[in-house]
């Protein structure tokens, strides 16, 4: 998932359950700063942070792995 569409998905689900940034940043234990910045599209949040913000939000980060072509 591109970053943009990551932050809008979050920021999107935020407001769907009528949760601020405050409340969010409180209940998750992310700085209120390092998640405006985040929502802004000018942080660059760690997958622990991700995963505070997902959890309160009711959200699952998962990873794939890429189908990548080797050339030769």
């Known amino acids: 998932m591109h970053l943009l569409e990551l932050i809008k998905t979050i920021k999107n689900r935020r407001e769907a359950l009528q949760v601020t940034q405050e409340g969010l940043a409180a209940l998750s234990g992310v700085g209120l ?28 980060v998962c990873l794939k792995i890429k189908n990548v072509k080797h050339t030769k």
Do not use: A, Y
């Open 33 to 60: 700063r390092t998640l405006k910045q985040f929502e802004s599209g000018k942080g660059n949040p760690t997958l622990s942070t991700l995963q505070k913000i997902s959890d309160v939000l009711g959200m699952e």
